[in-house]
């Protein structure tokens, strides 16, 4: 898990790099225009978002750490490709970035579970989640310091980091034995009876992922409309408080993910975690719109930070509630496919977010921003009633994975976990 963990840093580090200074050099640094770079990374992020659930259904196949090495190896060269200005190699270059990308999110419930095994899978999945909140940060630093020290021409470089981060994460992880396995089908036939399968979704499972896609939308709360808010409200808050903000977050979250995970597992707390987390954010954006009534720096600092801890919080429940469900609910032979619907499920819910949180944060009527909060709460007491009641990790039954043959069944789980049979 140590060697997942350290890959998993190492690709996050080299994210935040190309999030800080990366976008610049492709907006700013070349001449191919800013409209040109967005719609491409629009039909990139849409292509991606739709292909992971292929990706998802060859990882039940062929396991999740060779479809993940596959994925950053794409990555890295659609980093490399959209380095090159031109608008064949950028186009190309995004995406086959952004479908690895999406691939690779999607994956990583399904990379902790077959690394982990079935009873750590929920902790192991949020170490994961809490390595990359403190990767991104540290690699957003790096990108800053890109940003001071270049003009936007020389910015090319941040691709190049974040190719080489894909390529470093991709020989750390570790390597999979498929000749452990006699009789063995080829990579390729694998790929076509994923592709003839049947893509059906468990009726409580595409309830559960809508209603956690409802409940993601707290991260377009954190990352769009808080900045604008703060950013209109001088008389509140000063201007820093944006970064300010990031960074309890990122401190919470990094500390205590994987605290509450092993927490929540060890009591059974799966239910009220993904109600209360609903209930936490909620409590949070009422924090946020109750700057409009300060006056006082010393005053707002304080709401704010308040409202962040609890945003924080929730979002840690909120996390590892839904994702602890998405174990439970999937039935054999469909783990990788049904994690990557749930990814693809949250990102269609959230396509039209950008939009609804400029409009609050521009001109905040009072009655959406209440009916964002219920939303939010709604979300999470019907998230609640999806998650099975009364199941510990020792008690969750065992994760396909997708690389050994189990005796009596005819499906493939994966060799990273040691057999006892």
Not at 31 to 51: H, K, N
Request: glycine share 12%; charged share 10%.
């Amino acid at each position: 898990m140590a060697r997942i963990l350290l890959a998993a840093g190492i690709n996050a580090a080299g994210s935040g790099v190309y999030l800080v200074s990366g976008v610049i050099y492709l907006v700013k640094g070349t001449d191919l225009g800013p409209t040109y770079v967005a719609t491409t990374m629009l039909i990139g992020g849409l292509i991606g978002t739709a292909a992971s659930l292929g990706v998802g259904r060859c990882a039940d196949r062929i396991g999740a750490v060779f479809t993940t090495r596959a994925m950053y190896v794409l990555q890295a060269v659609g980093m490399l490709l959209a380095a090159w200005p031109s608008r064949p190699a950028l186009t190309a270059g995004l995406v086959g970035y952004l479908l690895g990308q999406r691939s690779t999110n999607a994956l990583s419930g399904t990379l902790a579970a077959s690394i982990a095994g079935p009873d750590q899978a929920v902790v192991a999945r949020a170490s994961l989640r809490a390595v990359n909140n403190g990767a991104i940060a540290v690699g957003s630093l790096l990108g800053g310091l890109l940003l001071a020290g270049l003009p936007n021409s020389g910015l090319w470089l941040a691709l190049v980091i974040n190719a080489a981060s894909f390529i470093v994460a991709a020989v750390l992880l570790p390597r999979s034995r498929e000749g452990a396995v006699a009789g063995r089908p080829r990579v390729a036939a694998w790929c076509r009876s994923s592709l003839r399968a049947r893509w059906t979704v468990p009726s409580r499972f595409c309830a559960l992922s809508i209603a956690g896609g409802i409940s993601q939308l707290h991260f377009d709360v954190q990352s769009l409309l808080l900045p604008l808010w703060l950013i209109g409200q001088p008389d509140a808050v000063p201007r820093w408080s944006v970064g300010y903000a990031f960074a309890i977050n990122t401190v919470i979250v990094v500390l205590g993910q994987r605290r509450h995970a092993a927490w929540m597992e060890a009591r059974a707390e799966r239910r009220r975690a993904g109600a209360g987390s609903g209930l936490m954010i909620a409590a949070a954006i009422g924090g946020y719109g109750a700057l409009a009534e300060i006056h006082d720096h010393a005053l707002g600092l304080i709401v704010l930070t308040l409202a962040v801890t609890v945003h924080s919080v929730g979002e840690i429940y909120q996390a590892n509630a839904f994702g602890a469900a998405t174990y439970d609910l999937s039935p054999p032979g469909q783990y990788g496919y049904l994690q990557a619907f749930y990814y693809a499920t949250g990102g269609g819910l959230r396509a039209f977010s950008p939009l609804l949180m400029t409009y609050l944060a521009l001109s905040r009527p009072p009655a959406l921003w209440t009916a964002l909060a219920a939303i939010f709460v709604l979300a999470g007491v019907v998230g609640a009633a999806l998650i099975p009641e009364h199941q510990v990790a020792a008690e969750r039954k065992e994760i396909p994975s997708a690389r050994r043959l189990r005796p009596g069944r005819d499906r493939i789980v994966d060799p990273e976990i040691p057999s006892s049979a």
